[in-house]
């Protein structure tokens, strides 16, 4: 981990190259999986975004990618675990594999949710590439097959993470200063 000039941010937990890195591995392994298979890549916008188009560049297979955007509506900044879809995939999931991109698995309730969602539509499998997974106390159940890293319960930016809508166009994840969300 190291130091960060970039105002906001404390310190970088994941550099440009550690991210490009693992996203290859994780590619190759889906790759790996997956193949002679219809593949359906969906990313939970807007946070995913970026890692959804890294990802699909290192997966050498023929695929299809789609997108969805959910709100999960609660009290405060904590997820309610109650989700709404705001933009839903326009490719039909049934018989096919779908590999949900997932940013970061935080309390994983919305993404509980999600899955729950399209496993109700009769996908072939359903799998979760996140490519952050945080160490938090009482996480939903969640069978993440690809985790790109485990990270601290610490509120990250950069790499298509945001606050207040900056940051994501960040090359690499860092840590938002505390006195950033005060």
Sequence with gaps: M????????????FTQEELARRVTEMGAQITADYAGKDLLVVSVLRGAAIFMADLVRAIELP???DFMAVSSYGAGTTSSGVVRILKDVTSS???RHVLIAEDVLDSGLTLRALVDELAS????SLA???????DVPNQAE???RYVGFECPDEF???YGLDYAERYRNLPFIGVLR???TE
């Design 63 to 65: 695929l299809e990618m």
């Design 128 to 134: 979760v590439a996140a490519l952050l997974r945080k």
């Design 121 to 124: 539509r009769g996908p072939a």
């Design 2 to 13: 190291s130091t960060c000039e970039h105002e906001g941010v404390e310190r970088i937990l």
């Design 156 to 158: 990250v930016v950069g």
């Design 178 to 180: 505390q006195d950033m």
């Design 93 to 95: 999931i049934e018989g």
């Design 142 to 144: 969640i069978a993440c």
